[in-house]
């Protein structure tokens, strides 16, 4: 079973709203990141939130992370039709150990 | 600076035929990962590398499946007698383990097995 998974598989919103994406994840965790994929080729990381972190921006991107429900979100402001990707977060289940990925949230921005 | 290089990008190969895929890391990079991805889906791991310990293989689905890292730098991704199922985009990342570190992935090399 996926150790991070997220919520909703597929979202379409308009051109400068707001997205958002959650992750959930089973075990406990060293830090938790969020990458975007486009094009069904290379990831590129976006931010990384450690375990004694909550809140976390770069940008137009704000994660959060709540330990206590093993679940984090990803919020993009002000989308852009750029934007449009599919979003994984990852957790490593120990230091120096694998990371783990979700299925992934796909985001469409429709101009 | 350069960064993680997969080869080839595409390779299409026949079934039963076997096949090894290159994964050149960030210099220096500590750790690396091979992850595997079919079409839609997320990705699924399967071995892990760091420095000089034995490597993390639980990801690998068979033992057709192997892979190792020379001189702690270039990694080869070995399928044996490929299937059908084994078709997918394999991912190849680096990371420097130096405190919390992203992973720096690859464009991947898209596997068809016909």
């Known amino acids: 079973s996926q150790q991070g998974e997220e919520d909703p598989q597929a979202l379409s919103i308009q051109e400068g709203e707001n997205a958002t994406m959650n992750c959930s994840y089973k075990?406990?965790?060293?830090?938790l990141q969020w990458y975007r994929q486009n094009s069904g080729r290379g990831l590129v990381h976006l931010i990384l939130?450690?375990?004694?972190?909550r809140e976390k921006h770069s940008g137009r991107l704000r994660v959060t992370l709540d330990t206590s429900k093993k679940s984090s979100s990803l919020l993009i402001t002000a989308s852009r039709a750029a934007d449009t990707a599919s979003y994984f977060c990852?957790?490593?289940?120990?230091?120096?150990?694998?990371?783990?990925f979700g299925p992934g949230t796909r985001l469409s921005v429709l101009p | 600076g350069a960064g993680v290089s997969q080869s080839p990008s595409n390779k299409v190969t026949e079934k039963g035929k076997d096949v090894e895929l290159r994964c050149d890391p960030i210099?220096?990079?500590?750790?690396l990962y091979w992850y595997r991805q079919s079409l839609g889906q997320g990705l699924e791991f399967l071995i892990y590398?760091?420095?000089?310990?034995?490597?993390?293989k639980s990801g690998l689905p068979s033992d057709r499946f192997s892979a190792e890292r020379t001189g702690g730098s270039v990694s080869t991704l070995t399928i044996q007698r490929t299937q059908q199922e084994d078709s997918a985009v394999y991912l190849c990342?680096?990371?420097?383990?130096?405190?919390?570190?992203?992973?720096?992935f690859g464009n991947g090399t898209r596997l068809t097995v016909t």
């Open positions: 990342a680096s990371s420097d383990t130096e405190g919390f570190s992203p992973l720096h």
């Open positions: 075990t406990s965790i060293n830090n």
């Open positions: 939130i450690r375990s004694n972190e």
């Open positions: 990852a957790t490593d289940v120990g230091y120096g150990q694998n990371f783990v």
């Open positions: 210099s220096g990079h500590t750790a």
């Open positions: 590398f760091q420095g000089n310990s034995a490597p993390d």
